[in-house]
């Protein structure tokens, strides 16, 4: 356990040198902020409920983007020490591959927590001093989006390892790395709302579509946030979605979290048959 | 003596490619080892397999009474690995990459920042790598191959970049380790300069080990002529070949002909000088040159490319 604490500080202290961790953050603040304040105009100035419609926004950006810091910050864990030589010294050390890589994760994932905590909770400092007023149940909400995001970003750095223990060069882990964010996070819901359309609900059936989106750790993250909450879920258009689901918040969580386990073993595994 | 490393018919194939045939050899305890060859004979892929960094396709290995491969710590821990081209992180400070370091192979991080100014980064510890230059990394890869008491050492082409009087200061400390019993495998291509400084040679040729043995070994065994360099006491030595150069002698004239330098087999050299004086030659000086590392390596490789 001391060799992946040993192996996280290292990746942490990496980061904040390289910037990592300030670009991130100050990204995604700068686009949790407008949103916000643009995200206020629908409701106007009453502002009830501005918290969730927030909560929406911030969840349909998050889709995209964390995944692809994710992507960013991991595709090259594995590969890139490879290939600039500094695998080859810190394997000859008293430390399993498994440690390496755990401590890679537990690295790079506080890098994405200290980047979500610190951008969406600039966006409610902004909202509370704009004298918004919200219940207890969007604030909820918006904790449920800052930890799910956090998760979401767990789920893709582990991909991405996947990717970096699998692939030969540098190169080949940035293009797998852009494919499967395209394939993921774009690709696959436009091809399951053009399958569903298609089909006209003849074959499939409300347990096939949950299972379908199950498959895709970003539709699992977007159920979550979408139809979690009651509150949120009236502004997301997907109340009807969400009463009908079969899928509670738990098992929605319960998957993600499988999500970072499978690949995340996964990778351990390649890696540890993999030959330098 | 007791054996660190010990190797019974390893053999490493990559498809096609045998990097590493049917080598065998035991290192003892307190002993300096040159591991040498061309470039792509076999050496990295021989510090791999002892590192346990990849498996062998054939045969046994044991460092440290252990399998290396297998993964367990306790041997790792007094082992260290000088990679050839060492790379660190480049975000990351001098100390903070050796502290790092120290603290996997549990030492504390005072030990560390000693080391550093004992490779004389000191003064750059607070500098990031990325800033170093090539000499600096290879100092301070050096300083993290001499964390934790290593009992073998492992250093591929572990002096390139090394100026001079660091090059003399790293033979220094490699030769205290091994005067403390631990076994300190070099592997290079600059032989001259492991003359006097390893107390054996293996050579590696296309993956396999093709001599075994002390400097001094090695020579009887190759019978290269040693050449003598004899300064007449009495005049210039005539133009023609002498009459006391016995059959299969060579000689050449140096310095318009007062030195006069003969290749003969080894244990023919007295008699060759007792036939000098006896023909009534004056003797001034004489310099005996062994044949050095440079012409053993190049022997032993020859002798390897004609069919035996």
């Known amino acids: 356990m001391r060799n992946v604490l040993v192996t996280a500080g290292r990746e942490i202290r990496a980061g904040l040198r390289n910037r990592w961790v300030l670009a991130t953050t100050l990204l995604l603040a700068a686009l949790a902020l407008t949103l916000s304040f643009l995200g206020s105009a ?19 950006l998050t889709i995209f983007l964390v995944p692809l810091i994710a992507l960013l910050i991991s595709h090259d864990a594995i590969v890139g020490e490879m290939e600039r030589g500094t695998m080859l010294l810190l394997l000859s050390y008293p430390v399993a591959r498994w440690q390496v890589l755990l401590g890679k994760f537990l690295g790079h994932f506080a890098i994405l927590c200290i980047a979500t905590l610190l951008g969406y909770g600039a966006a409610a400092v902004a909202l509370l001093a704009m004298g918004t ?13 800052i930890g799910s995001s956090a998760l979401l970003g767990a789920v893709f750095i582990a991909l991405g390892y996947l990717v970096s223990a699998l692939v030969r060069d540098r190169g080949t882990a940035a ?16 091809a399951l709302l053009g399958l569903l359309v298609l089909d006209q609900g003849r074959s499939i059936g409300g347990s ?17 946030n979408l139809t979690g909450f009651d509150n949120v879920s009236m502004f997301s258009g997907m109340a009807g979605l969400s009463a009908s689901a079969a899928l509670s918040p738990p098992l929605l969580l319960a998957v993600l979290l499988a999500w970072v386990l499978v690949p995340l073993a996964a990778a351990a595994a390649a890696f540890t048959r993999r030959e330098l | 003596m007791t054996a660190t490393i010990h190797l019974s018919g390893v053999g490493k194939r990559y498809g096609a490619v045998e990097a590493v045939r049917d080598v065998s050899f035991t290192l003892p305890a ?27 396709s054939s045969g046994s290995i044991r460092v440290l009474g252990e399998d290396p491969s297998a993964g367990a710590f306790a041997a790792r821990r007094r082992l260290s690995y000088l990679p050839e081209n060492v790379s660190f992180d480049a975000a990351l400070t001098g100390r903070e990459t050796l502290v790092f370091y120290a603290r996997l192979k549990r030492e504390p991080p005072t030990r560390a920042v000693a080391l550093l100014d004992r490779v004389g980064l000191g003064a750059a510890a607070s500098r990031r790598v990325g800033t170093y230059s090539k000499g600096m990394r290879q100092r301070l890869g050096l300083a993290q191959a001499l964390l934790g008491e290593p009992q073998v050492l492992l250093l591929d082409e572990p002096t390139t970049g090394l100026d001079p009087q660091l090059r003399q200061d790293f033979y220094d400390i490699v030769g205290e380790l091994r005067d403390r019993g631990a ?5 290079s291509h600059a032989l001259t300069e492991l003359e006097g400084r390893a107390e054996r040679v293996l050579i590696m040729d296309r993956g396999s080990l093709v001599a075994d043995g002390s400097i001094e070994e090695l020579r009887r065994l190759a019978r290269l002529p040693v050449r003598l360099r004899i300064t007449s006491g009495n005049g210039a030595f005539p133009d023609q070949p002498p009459n006391w150069l016995g059959p299969g002698e060579e000689w050449r004239r140096l310095d318009s002909g007062r030195i006069a330098e003969i290749a003969c087999a080894g244990e023919a050299k007295m008699d060759l000088l007792r036939r000098i004086t006896e023909s009534g030659g004056s003797i001034a000086d004489l310099d005996i040159i062994p044949p050095t590392l440079d012409e053993l390596y190049a022997h032993f490789l020859r002798s390897q490319e004609k069919p035996a």
């Open chain 1, 208 to 224: 096939a579509l949950d299972a379908l989106l199950l498959l895709n750790p970003a539709d699992v993250y977007r159920l979550f």
């Open chain 1, 133 to 145: 007023v919200a219940t207890a149940g969007s604030w909820a909400a918006f904790g449920a989006l």
């Open chain 2, 183 to 187: 076994t300190v495998l070099l592997s």
């Open chain 1, 175 to 190: 293009g797998a790395a852009i494919g499967l964010w395209l394939l993921l996070v774009l690709i696959y819901d436009m």
């Open chain 1, 42 to 60: 629908p409701t106007g100035t009453v502002g009830v409920g501005a918290l969730d419609v927030v909560v929406v926004s911030l969840s349909s």
């Open chain 2, 30 to 56: 307190g002993q300096s080892i040159a591991l040498v060859g061309h470039n792509g004979a076999g050496k990295t892929t021989l510090i791999k397999l002892m590192l346990g960094l990849i498996r062998p």
